[in-house]
Each structure stands twice: as C-alpha cells, then as structure tokens.
C-alpha cells in the first residue's frame, strides 16, 4: 500500500513539474526579457548616444539603413565623431553623408530601443531590429520585441517622444 501512494505522490509531483514547466514556457520571453533587460540596464547606458566599445549604434552604419535597406556593420576606416561619440560607416560616401547632416540619419531617442524608450527606460538595441517611419531610423532591443512595437508604433513613438525629454541626458 506504502509503495502505491509513494508511486501516486511521485507521479502528482511530477505532473506538477510538468505542467509549471509548460506554463512557464509562456513566459519564459518575457521573463528572459526582463531578467536580461535589468542585467542590460545595470551597465552604464548613459548619455544621449547608444554606444558600445564597437561605436555608436554597436558599429553599425546609420546611413545604410536609408541608402541600402540594411543593417550593415561599419568599417574603422570610415568613421566620424558626432555628440560624444564615434560613427562607423560602410563607406566614405555614407560617412560624408552623415556628416553633412547626421539629424537624418542618426536614429531617434539617440539610438536606445524605441519600445524601451516608450516604456520609460534606456535600452540597448540589436541593430538589425530597425524601422523607418516617416524618414525617421527607430531601433529596438531584438525582433521579438520589434513585433510587439510594430502593433502600436504610432502609440510608442508618442509615448517615446514624451519619455525621451526626461531621459535623455540620464
């Protein structure tokens, strides 16, 4: 009789860890998220500029999301400082482009993850997650995080725009 209800008490136990466990596969983005996102906002993600060892933006080149519709990794070569800090370009094309007038290219809410930004904080970027609506480059934290500010951008960038006032210079 003991050995059925151990059986049985084993059994519910496990069924138990089943089922927690495929409930938290649910969460287990959103979770990752936030977990990674407070060990990403401890570091310094100060200033008004998204700048990593690799440049501004991660080393990515601002311009070519305009000129060739793409993320593309910027060469040390081509390469200008711009509001405290260094801008990697593809070319030198796309370097004196920015130069000339790098309000259009260098990305809103200084490069930071547009939905972050929405939702009140400084937040590092993939920089192959990117929009651009209305001439204006928008970053995000991954592509998961992209589709959920794809649902509402007009909503976020308005809420980015009044979030950023505050935020900028933190």
């Given at each position: 009789?003991?050995c ?5 008490l ?11 466990m ?6 287990t983005g ?8 407070g060990?990403l ?23 070519a999301?305009?000129?060739q ?6 060469n ?5 400082q711009?509001?405290n ?11 004196d482009l920015?130069?000339?007038?790098p ?23 993939d ?10 480059l928008?970053?995000n ?15 976020f ?14």
């Amino acid at each position: 009789m003991h050995c059925f209800v151990g059986a049985g008490l084993i059994f519910g136990a496990a069924f138990f860890v089943t089922l927690c466990m495929m409930k938290m596969k649910q969460y287990t983005g959103l979770v990752g998220l936030l977990l990674l996102s407070g060990t990403l906002w401890a570091q310094t993600l100060k200033g008004n500029i998204f700048a990593t060892k690799q440049g501004a933006i991660d080393g990515y080149d601002v311009v070519a999301y305009f000129t060739q519709a793409k993320a593309m990794k910027g060469n040390k070569t081509f390469n200008t400082q711009w509001a405290n800090a260094t801008w990697y370009f593809t070319t030198a094309e796309h370097r004196d482009l920015f130069k000339a007038h790098p309000e259009k290219y260098a990305p809103a809410f200084g490069g930071f993850c547009a939905y972050g930004v929405a939702e009140g904080y400084k937040v590092k970027i993939d920089p192959t997650a990117w929009d651009i609506v209305d001439g204006v480059l928008y970053l995000n934290y991954d592509l998961g995080v992209q589709k959920t500010w794809r649902k509402n951008r007009a909503g976020f960038i308005d809420k980015a725009q009044k979030n950023w006032q505050g935020l900028k210079d933190q």
